[in-house]
């Protein structure tokens, strides 16, 4: 029977379980860490946190954040503060997803979600301006007709600032250090590598 | 922090007066008798002079020492503490920024005791110092960041709530303060008081509330603020039209000279984006010292205007349409080609100049004298000093003003006109001691550092001068203030240094040659001609001025010299620009060029240039703004601006330096001197020039006072080149040293140098020797020419008229400029447009009486000429009998008073109500 133990294989598989997704309608999760495209988020008051400071733009090794700052304007203020990001752009045909620029930003304005799924006709339509990367008044990542992702997605972020502390200090793993965000409140702590490996 | 460290350490012959030491970076207050000290710093053994600053020296051979209130244009004052050292033997720590060295000091810098204080000044600085880094105008380029860095402890044990002021409130129209950043260093009231003499700014409170203050009702509006948000070594100090438009890391710089007056301070030219950003004071020894003015700082922001024509345009159907480059000079140059067919080169004229490069004036000359044949072609516009008289009186450099023996002022007021110049002469006054005579029909921006002020009515220079003159000569006893003024120079060796301009429009250029004339009698008199416009000096020089040809030589001595060298010159001396507009309004300018120009605003004879205009045949309009001059033209066509093109310019004491381009132009502008190139194609000579560095190769073959300022000498000499090179061999200074540009903004920035210079010290400085050598002893002498024309040499010139008597009821006017006037830079530029102020009638108190009118009332002027509805003031700076009104206000309409062929212009003034 030696030539049919093959088969025997073939006929063991059939009856397992399938490991193909239906993938768009379904999608297998993404691990902690993947970097998607970015969003800019605001305070839950509404008001955006980015500055303008321009560090994630010095900073990107890709060279494809262009920002501009300027002055808030007294009477309807954008951020808090005297400045904000009043120009924004990201371009995503030469982005990296290495998220250095969210290591980068003092105020957690710029995170990258787990969004990845998109792909465009138009050179223009790859740079993303403000309009698109800011989320909208509940909080949400604005999508865009090219992207293809389900509702619930744009949750997750890529989580690097949760799992980090100042100054690396151990001693903050698992404190919130970080802003609440329109929409979302204070996320929570990434569990900890250290207690990860223990566990 | 490296660049500091870098400096290359630089001997300074002893005996040698500190204006002509070698490095721009030897400036040290004088004190004690010179010598020798040796001391050792951190173990090192080196040599300095008595009487220099620790920390000085200590740079100086390679120990940065970290400061925040010391600068080495100020006067010490220990304000930080943040340069504290160790001295052996000396109780406590010592400040080195007041500390003189002696023989035998031992200094550490680095000592466990120098670090811990250094540990302590920087938390204790940083308690109320705000996290503001990320939206701060200094982050990235910041002192106190880099020093807390390289110096600093790395935590503060500081946790209670910091000090709060008012976020950004403002101290000027151009800069913006938070206190919450300010350290308290010093610098900027210190720049206000001592350098710039406006002392706006002062420290007021105590303690940690301690805050820069502006004197209620009374902002901080020095024609100098930038230069504090230069020196403040944190971000407290901002300028509005910089703030949040970029930051550090984005920036790209340029070495630059500034055209926007004829003292070309150096400076470093940032941008961003293609846009221009900033514009920082480079220090300069024989030029700025690092300074700028505001106007100068900030008026970039012209080259980014929405105003800017960005494309050729010809006239059609009576209108300015956007056409392409070849069709638009084709139109000119039919236009040339039809007028000179029909009328001969007379009937062709060219005005302006003055606000391009030498390249540009250059070939601009040379295609109206060598190829269209005219020398109907003046940079000035009536409003000058002519240029037999400008190109021919022995000359003095700016530096010679620290030297002199006394410095004679006659006419303009510097502060308004050249204000850099005027930090310079105030300098000399004031702290160097030299005694400064000021010759001038009213109080103005020196009167108070003035050793002498000896005031003069419009029309009555010359007479007054000759009276100085003849004091200053040994003939005294006939004016008791001449006499005065020469009694000042009483053991006193050197030169006079006379600063001469045009204070007065309203008063014919007679007076002006006449006073030039009195004082050039005095053997040793030398002169900076103190012209404002941009580039007028480098026009003249490089033959746009009737009569002249490239290489202050005249007409005549040069016409086979550049005969040979251009194929033809003009046959017979043209009109200057008073000629060129009266020959027009009789119709017989039948082509006008008008390079830059805007006779309609400039010209102090509105109405002369107003008919001339109207009259005027074909015009071709180089320029970048459409002005109520060009907007007549049947041509425009666009050029870009500084910023925009490389080049050469040289400045009112005749030093040629290099200006850099930063940005490319939108649109599809040209340089000046590529459009003469093309239109000189099209007349059917080709000049055979590419680059600008074949232009100033070419000026440097030919031109005889320029001879060997070639492309590679401006790109090696530091601080550029005075001409004529072989008389200023001492100026020229060559070779490696330099930190690049993008160092130690705070800093005192240095003259750089490309950066292939920095390589190798050692090869670099023999070929620089080699290229000395060789431009001083060789003069381009190619076979078969002519021998070279000798320099014009200025002999005496018009003798003024006597003015006629004033009347008993009549002002007579006195009209000068002022700095924020109505010219393009200022109206074009956002930032100091808001600065321009309302023109107001001034009138002495006892005048104002006699007319019986309130401040601020309005009055009617009439002169011989027009007459103005405006309102008058009273000041006590200006003499019975004369009414002064600023020239080129927008709506001053005082050039509609004036008439350019009277020698003064008399004033009714009458009270409306
Ligand atoms: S993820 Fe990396 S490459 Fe992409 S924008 Fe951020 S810094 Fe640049
Ligand atoms: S996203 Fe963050 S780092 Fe980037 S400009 Fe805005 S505040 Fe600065
Ligand atoms: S002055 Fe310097 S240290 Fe202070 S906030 Fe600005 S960048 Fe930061
Ligand atoms: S504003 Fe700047 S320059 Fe002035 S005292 Fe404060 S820190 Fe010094
Ligand atoms: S630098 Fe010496 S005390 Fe400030």
Redesign the pocket.
């Given at each position: 029977m030696g030539k049919f133990s093959g088969f025997g294989i073939t006929l063991k598989q059939v009856f397992k379980k399938p490991v193909t997704t239906r993938y768009p309608k379904e999608k297998r999760p993404k691990p902690e860490r993947f970097?998607g495209r970015h969003v800019l988020n605001r305070y839950e008051d509404g008001m955006e946190k980015c500055i303008g400071c321009e560090l994630?733009a010095g900073?990107?090794?890709?060279r494809?954040?262009y920002v501009r700052g300027a002055d808030n304007p007294p009477d309807a203020p954008v951020s808090p503060g005297e400045r904000y990001g009043f120009v924004y752009e990201?371009n995503y045909l030469r982005?990296?997803?290495?998220?250095?620029?969210?290591e980068a930003c003092p105020t957690e304005a710029i995170t990258?979600t787990k969004l990845f799924e998109f792909s465009f006709a138009h050179r223009a339509d790859a740079i993303y301006t403000k309009n698109e990367l800011l989320v909208d008044d509940e909080g949400h990542a604005k999508r865009q007709p090219w992207e293809l992702w389900l509702g619930g997605e744009d949750d997750e972020t890529s989580a690097w600032m949760r799992a980090t502390s100042p100054s690396g200090a151990a001693a903050y793993e698992g404190r919130i250090v970080w802003s609440s965000e329109l929409g979302v409140g204070y996320r929570q702590p990434e569990q900890g590598q250290r207690r990860k490996k223990a566990d | 922090m490296t660049d500091v460290n870098d400096v290359p350490k630089v001997e300074r012959p002893p005996g040698v007066p500190m204006s002509q030491w070698p490095s721009a970076y030897e400036y040290v207050l004088p004190t004690g008798a010179p010598g020798t000290v040796t001391l050792t710093i951190d173990g090192r053994e080196v040599k300095a002079q008595t009487g220099d600053l620790l920390i000085k020296v200590a740079q100086d051979h390679g120990t940065y020492i970290p400061r925040f209130c010391y600068h080495e244009r100020m006067k010490p004052v220990g304000m930080c503490r943040m340069c504290l050292v160790e001295v052996e033997g000396m109780r406590g720590m010592q400040i080195s920024c007041a500390t003189v060295v002696a023989d035998g000091m031992v200094v550490h810098t680095q000592s466990d005791a120098a670090r811990q204080a250094q540990d302590g000044v920087l938390e204790l600085l940083l308690i109320n110092h705000p996290l503001d880094c990320p939206v701060c105008d200094r982050g990235g380029e910041c002192p106190l960041q880099d020093t807390t860095l390289a110096f600093g402890p790395g935590e503060s044990r500081f946790v209670e709530e910091k000090r709060h002021w008012e976020k950004p409130i403002p101290i000027s129209e151009l800069v913006l303060l938070d206190r919450e950043r300010c350290i308290q260093c010093g610098r900027c009231t210190r720049f206000a008081d001592e350098i710039a003499g406006d002392a706006l700014i002062a420290f007021g409170s105590r303690g940690a509330h301690t805050e820069v203050i502006t004197f209620p009702g009374d902002p901080f509006t020095s024609y100098f603020s930038g230069n504090t948000v230069q020196i403040c070594p944190v971000g407290a100090l901002t300028a509005t039209p910089y703030r949040f438009r970029a930051r550090p890391w984005d920036l790209s710089a340029v070495e630059t000279s500034c055209t926007t007056c004829s003292v070309h301070c150096r400076g470093a030219l940032e941008s961003s984006s293609n846009r221009l950003v900033r514009l920082l004071g480079v220090d300069s020894e024989p030029v700025n010292h690092g300074w700028l003015c505001d106007k100068g700082r900030f008026g970039y922001e012209v080259v980014h205007s929405e105003d800017r024509v960005r494309h050729p345009m010809v006239r059609k159907n009576g209108e300015l349409v956007e056409c392409s480059w070849p069709e638009a000079l084709d139109v000119a140059a039919e236009g040339l080609k039809r007028a000179l067919e029909l009328n001969g080169p007379k009937s062709v004229a060219l005005l302006g100049g003055a606000r391009g490069t030498n390249e540009d004036a250059y070939v601009w000359a040379r295609f109206a004298k060598g190829v269209v044949g005219t020398d109907n072609v003046d940079a000035q516009l009536g409003d000058g000093i002519p240029a037999e008289v400008a190109l021919g009186l022995p000359e003095a450099t700016i530096a010679d003003l620290d030297r002199a023996a006394a410095i004679v002022v006659v006419g303009l007021d510097l502060k308004e006109e050249v204000p850099v110049l005027y930090l310079r002469v105030k300098r000399a006054a004031e702290e160097l001691g030299v005694p400064l005579i000021e010759l001038a029909p009213r109080d103005q921006g020196l009167t108070r550092y003035a050793s002498t002020s000896i005031r003069s009515l419009p029309g009555e220079q010359g007479e007054t001068a000759r009276r100085l003159a003849d004091a200053l000569g040994g003939a005294r006893g006939t004016d008791a203030g001449a006499d005065a003024a020469a009694a000042l120079l009483e053991g006193r060796a050197g030169d006079i240094v006379v600063v001469l301009g045009r204070g007065d429009l309203a008063e014919s250029a007679a007076s002006t040659v006449r006073a030039a004339t009195e004082l050039a009698r005095l053997p040793q008199a030398r002169f900076i001609v103190a012209l404002r416009r941009g580039n007028v000096r480098g026009a003249m020089d490089l033959g746009l001025a009737p009569g002249f040809l490239p290489g202050r030589v005249t007409l005549d001595a040069g016409r086979e010299w550049f005969g040979h060298a251009w194929g033809s010159v003009p046959a017979t001396v043209g009109l200057d620009a008073e000629g060129i507009l009266r020959a027009a309004e009789q119709g017989r300018i039948h082509a006008l060029m008008l390079l830059g120009t805007d006779p309609h605003d400039d010209c102090p004879d509105h109405a002369l240039a107003e008919g001339a205009l109207n009259a005027a045949g074909f015009t071709i309009a180089i320029d970048a703004f459409v002005t109520d001059s060009t907007k007549r033209a049947d041509v425009f066509l666009p050029v870009t601006m500084w910023g925009e093109k490389a080049g050469s310019v040289t400045n009112l004491e005749g030093r040629v330096q290099r200006v850099g381009q930063k940005v490319s132009p939108d649109g599809t502008a040209m340089p000046d001197w590529r459009i003469a190139a093309e239109l000189a194609l099209r007349l059917g000579v080709d000049f055979d020039l590419e680059q600008p560095e074949e232009v100033q190769d070419e000026i440097a073959r030919v031109a005889p006072a320029y001879t060997g300022i070639d492309s590679t000498l401006l790109r090696r000499a530091r601080d550029g080149a005075v001409a004529p090179v072989a008389d200023h061999r001492d100026e020229l200074v060559l070779g490696p040293v330099s930190i690049p540009l993008t160092d130690a903004r705070w800093e005192p920035i240095r003259p750089g140098l490309d950066a292939v210079e920095l390589e190798d010290a050692k090869t670099a400085n023999d070929e620089a020797d080699a290229l000395r050598a060789d431009r001083l002893t060789s003069v381009a002498q190619s076979a078969g020419a002519p021998p070279a024309p000798a320099l014009h040499r200025f002999t005496g010139g018009v003798t003024d008229t006597a003015p006629p008597a004033r009347d008993a009821y009549a002002l007579r006017l006195v009209t000068g400029r002022t700095l924020y006037d109505g010219g393009i830079t200022v109206a074009a530029s956002d930032s100091l447009s808001e600065l321009v102020a309302d023109p107001v009638l001034l009138i002495s108190p006892q005048d104002r009486d006699r007319i019986g009118v309130e401040d601020g009332a309005e009055v009617r002027v009439t002169s011989a000429r027009g007459s103005l509805t405006l309102a008058v003031r009273a000041d006590a700076a200006i003499g019975t009998g004369t009414a002064y009104l600023p020239f080129n206000l927008p709506g001053s309409g005082v050039s509609d008073l004036v008439d350019l062929s009277t020698a003064v212009t008399d004033l009714r003034v009458e009270s409306l109500s």
């Open positions: 970097h994630c900073v990107c090794p890709a494809c954040i990201i982005c990296i997803h290495c998220d250095l620029c969210v990258e | -």
